[in-house]
């Protein structure tokens, strides 16, 4: 396997005070109401409407130091970028001692952040504010910004992302981009990323489960109900699952800028594949990220079987306890595996 060199550098991550970036309260776009229909769409779509153009909301915990400062940020080569609630507070714990755990892989670095809103209003939004702060205190990976965390306004928290990412950590060689509930062989994946050809991270990469051939969802019941007065087109352009895909820095700082002339969707993984395809690139499978689990080929054999997962880059969904044991026993130095003697 060719492998490229990169400095084994730490970074040290020290708490430094930041410039905050300051945004006047976004206020509702009122002409929304005027849509077709428009009192007849469910309240969350109304408020998407309402809201859709704002893009600058404060933030409330920064790490503008995580990756090293801007012009030390290419020593990065992996950084994990997870999507999660503050309510899952269990989650990020468990991701902070498995696949998550900031180390040196392969004598390259990798590095993590937790993107998150707020949640709940009044006393329950501070505590649990409260208890993305203390995290902070501890671990030093968290972006906060002050938004509704919603399914719908999972595109938002891209963005703000990827702002960030621009303006702290432009040269990171690779991303993770996923959620806080699938199981990541980072190890896998770092080593896949080391063995491609002539890319470094500075040209375009894209990589997960492909969704291609689909278009929004016009059931109002469904979760990921998107009406015509969001979006009239029925297809969506290629593009991949958002439970978690790798890309390249190039590419990400593309999505940003095309992201930039282009009106937010609230299906995320869908704007992803939409800013891509205005940048006239495309994104590309990999047989190692299963985004609908795994085909385990008979019910008499254990789903959780360690030999399933130890050569995959991504799977979801995992719970945090089958996500704690899952992470050991594939790097239990004695396991074995015969996996054609498990087809029974």
């Keep these: 396997m060719k492998k490229m060199t990169f400095k084994a550098l730490t970074l040290q991550t020290t708490t430094i005070n930041s410039y905050v970036y300051s945004w006047p309260k976004c206020q509702r776009n009122m002409s929304a109401a005027n849509i077709k229909d428009f009192n007849k769409l469910p309240g969350h779509i109304q408020d998407f409407l309402y809201y859709r153009h704002c893009r600058h909301f404060p933030i409330l915990l920064d790490i503008p130091d995580k990756c090293g400062g801007a012009d030390r940020s290419a020593e990065v080569f992996l950084l994990l970028v997870i999507k999660s609630s503050p309510v899952n507070y269990d989650r990020r714990e468990v991701l902070r001692k498995t696949w998550a755990k900031e180390r040196l892989h392969n004598g390259v670095w990798i590095r993590t952040l937790f993107i998150s809103g707020t949640r709940d ?25 002050d938004f509704t965390d919603s399914f719908y306004n999972l595109t938002l928290k891209q963005i703000l992302f990827l702002e960030w990412m621009e303006r702290n950590c432009p040269k990171a060689r690779f991303l993770l981009n996923g959620d806080d509930d699938v199981f990541a062989n980072t190890g896998n994946m770092v080593e896949y990323l080391q063995s491609l050809v002539d890319n470094d991270g500075s040209k375009h990469l894209f990589t997960g489960y492909i969704i291609e051939g689909r278009g929004p969802i016009r059931s109002p019941g469904n979760k990921y109900f998107i009406p015509v007065q969001v979006q009239e087109s029925n297809s969506y352009p290629p593009h991949c699952g958002g439970g978690g895909f790798l890309l390249s820095g190039y590419t990400a700082l593309v999505i940003y800028n095309m992201s930039l002339s282009t009106t937010i969707h609230p299906i995320d993984d869908a704007y992803m594949g939409m800013c891509l395809a205005k940048a006239g690139l495309a994104p590309a499978p990999h047989i190692g990220v299963q985004l609908a689990g795994l085909n385990i080929p008979s019910s008499k054999v254990d789903g959780y079987d360690p030999c399933y997962y130890k050569d995959m880059l991504l799977v979801h969904r995992f719970l945090p306890t089958h996500m704690y044991l899952m992470w050991y026993r594939i790097h239990d130095p004695n396991l074995k595996c015969d996996l054609e003697n498990k087809r029974v």
Aim: a neutral charge; zero cysteines.
């Design 121 to 145: 209003s009044g006393y329950e939004k501070k505590r649990l504010n409260k208890l993305l702060e203390l995290e902070q205190r501890e671990y030093n990976d968290i972006l906060q910004w």
